[in-house]
C-alpha cells in the first residue's frame, strides 16, 4: 500500500531514503558537471583518435551497465553498433561474474568498462584480454581500485567515477540515479570525442542545468498536486504500469523507468515502443488487468481488502504533438479498454537534454513510489 501522505512530508521522504535516492536524483546536474570535469583532467580533450570504432564493446555489473550501453546505443545509431557483454556466472557477485571478449573483436574496436564496484576480477582479465587482442580500453569505476590498476596496465584510458560521501554508506543500487550519470558522463565525452556521437561540453552543460530544473520542479518540498514525478507515482500506486514509449529517445528512458521501478520500488512494469506497443498490449488491456474488469471492485472494502490490481498506461515522448505520431491512437485504445493514461513530454531542447529529462522524472517517480511504499 502507498502512504501517499507521506509523498507531502519532505522531513518523512528523508527519514526513509535509507540508501540515498533522492539526494542521487537531486543531485544528479552536480554529478554530470564533477564527472565532465573529472573525464577532462584524465586528457579526454587531448585524445587525437585515428577514426570511428568498428563496434564499441561495453562490460559492466547489472542494471548501470544495462542501461549505459542502451542509451549510448541510441545516440550514437547505427554508425558503430554498440554491443552489451552480458555476464555469465553463478551469482550476482563482483567475484562470481565472467566477462569474455567475442572471438571477432580486434584492434579497430573499443571496449568500454563501466562499474560502480571496480573489484571485479574478471573485468580486470578482460582489459588484459583486449589489449593482447589490440583493443582500445577505457574504464570508468571508483579511483584506487583493481580495475584501475588493470586497465592502466592494459595502457587503457581510466576515467574515475564520481562518487558522494553517502554512496560508501550504503549499497549502490544499480538502478540509482547518482550511478547512472557517474558512469554515463564520461562515456559521453569520450564518444563525442571519438566522433561517434555529439555530446561536446556546452552540451553536457545543457544536461546538467536540465536536471538541475527537474530537481526543482519534482524535489521532496514540492507538493503532490504541482509536482510530475510524485504524481505518477501516486497514479501507480495499484496500478500495473504499460509503459509506452513514442521517438527514439523515449526508448531508453523506459526501459531505464521499468527497471527502476523493479529494483527500487520492487514493482513489476511491461514497456514497448509505438506503434507495435497497441498490438503487443491490445489482449493484455482487454484481459483481467483492464479497469473495467472486476465491477464488484466498487464495492470492495477499501480497509479489509487489498485493491486489484488493474493496468495503467504510461506514455513517455520525446517528440512534441503533431506530425507522425501515434499518440492519438495510443489514447484511443486506452480509452476503450477504460485504462487511464499518463503522459510526459519534455520541453524543447537537444537529444541529450530531452533525454535526461525524461529520466529524471521518471527517476524521481520510482524513487517516490519505493519510499512512499517502503520498498
Known amino acids: 500500500m502507498l502512504d501517499e501522505s507521506l509523498l507531502d512530508t519532505p522531513q518523512g521522504l528523508a527519514e526513509a531514503d535509507h540508501r540515498g535516492l533522492l539526494r542521487g536524483a537531486a543531485e544528479a546536474g552536480a554529478r554530470v558537471r564533477t564527472a565532465a570535469r573529472n573525464a577532462a583532467e584524465?586528457?579526454?580533450?587531448?585524445?587525437?583518435?585515428?577514426g570511428r570504432p568498428r563496434a564499441v564493446l561495453i562490460a559492466g555489473p547489472g542494471a548501470a551497465a544495462t542501461h549505459t550501453a542502451d542509451l549510448l546505443g541510441t545516440l550514437a545509431g547505427p554508425g558503430s553498433p554498440v554491443v552489451r557483454l552480458a555476464p555469465a556466472g553463478v551469482a550476482p557477485a563482483a567475484g562470481a561474474l565472467r566477462w569474455e571478449l567475442p572471438g571477432w573483436a580486434g584492434s579497430v574496436d573499443l571496449l568500454l568498462i563501466a562499474t560502480p564496484d571496480g573489484t571485479e576480477p574478471s573485468l580486470s582479465l578482460l582489459a588484459e584480454q583486449a589489449y593482447r587482442r589490440g583493443c582500445s580500453v577505457v574504464g570508468v569505476a571508483p579511483p584506487q581500485t583493481p580495475l584501475a590498476e588493470a586497465?592502466?596496465?592494459?595502457?587503457?584510458?581510466?576515467?574515475?567515477?564520481?562518487?558522494?560521501?553517502?554512496?560508501?554508506?550504503?549499497?549502490l543500487a544499480a538502478s540509482s540515479p547518482g550511478v547512472l550519470w557517474a558512469l554515463l558522463t564520461?562515456?559521453?565525452?569520450?564518444?563525442?570525442r571519438v566522433g561517434l556521437i555529439d555530446a561536446p561540453p556546452e552540451a553536457l552543460e545543457k544536461?546538467?542545468?536540465?536536471?538541475?530544473?527537474?530537481?526543482?520542479?519534482?524535489?521532496?518540498?514540492?507538493?503532490?498536486?504541482s509536482n510530475p514525478a510524485k504524481t505518477l507515482?501516486?497514479?501507480?500506486?495499484?496500478?500495473?504500469?504499460?509503459?509506452?514509449?513514442?521517438?527514439?529517445?523515449?526508448?531508453?528512458?523506459?526501459?531505464?523507468?521499468a527497471a527502476a521501478l523493479a529494483e527500487l520500488a520492487g514493482r513489476p512494469a511491461l514497456v514497448a515502443e509505438l506503434p507495435e506497443a497497441l498490438a503487443a498490449h491490445?489482449?493484455?488491456?482487454?484481459?483481467?488487468?483492464?479497469?473495467?474488469?472486476?465491477?464488484?471492485?466498487f464495492f470492495r472494502d477499501r480497509v479489509a481488502e487489498p485493491p486489484a490490481l488493474h493496468a495503467r498506461v504510461?506514455?513517455?515522448?520525446?517528440?512534441?504533438?503533431?506530425?507522425?505520431?501515434?499518440?492519438?491512437a495510443a489514447r484511443d485504445v486506452a480509452l476503450d479498454h477504460d485504462t487511464p493514461i499518463s503522459e510526459l513530454e519534455p520541453e524543447e531542447g537537444g537529444e541529450l537534454e530531452t533525454l535526461a529529462e525524461l529520466i529524471a522524472v521518471t527517476d524521481f517517480a520510482a524513487v517516490y513510489l519505493a519510499l512512499a511504499s517502503g520498498a
Open 42 to 50: 584524465a586528457g579526454i580533450g587531448g585524445l587525437k583518435p585515428d
Open 314 to 328: 504510461v506514455l513517455l515522448r520525446d517528440r512534441p504533438i503533431g506530425g507522425l505520431t501515434a499518440a492519438p
Open 186 to 192: 564520461p562515456l559521453l565525452a569520450l564518444l563525442d
Open 151 to 171: 586497465i592502466a596496465g592494459a595502457h587503457g584510458l581510466f576515467l574515475p567515477m564520481e562518487t558522494a560521501p553517502y554512496d560508501r554508506e550504503e549499497p
Open 282 to 297: 491490445s489482449a493484455l488491456l482487454a484481459g483481467p488487468l483492464a479497469a473495467s474488469a472486476d465491477p464488484d471492485d
Open 233 to 257: 507515482a501516486a497514479e501507480l500506486a495499484d496500478a500495473l504500469p504499460v509503459v509506452w514509449t513514442e521517438g527514439t529517445s523515449a526508448g531508453p528512458a523506459g526501459r531505464r523507468f
Open 207 to 225: 544536461v546538467a542545468d536540465r536536471l538541475d530544473h527537474i530537481a526543482e520542479r519534482c524535489g521532496p518540498a514540492i507538493a503532490t498536486y
